[in-house]
């Protein structure tokens, strides 16, 4: 069998833990700062874990990083 490609997109994105979980970082905050609140920003920063949902399709697209 040949080798099963990585989409290059999903690698630099997420990271998989030891345990399994999808780490990525936090959405909604490339522009429009002004109108969001202190708080919002403050929430948003480093990374959170995918849901469930999520994760299936992250690893699907990394097949070697599970």
């Known amino acids: ?3 099963m490609k ?8 997420f990271k998989v833990t030891g345990t399994g979980k999808v780490l990525a ?6 522009h429009g700062m ?5 708080k919002f ?3 948003a920063r ?3 874990v995918l849901s469930e949902p999520d994760q299936k399709l992250a ?3 990394m097949p070697y990083d599970r």
């Open 1 to 3: 069998m040949p080798k």
């Open 6 to 13: 990585t989409k290059s997109s999903a690698k630099k994105r």
């Open 25 to 30: 970082a936090q959405a909604g905050k490339r």
């Open 34 to 38: 002004i109108k969001r609140s202190n």
């Open 41 to 43: 920003i403050r929430d």
């Open 46 to 48: 480093g990374t959170a």
């Open 59 to 61: 690893k699907l697209y």
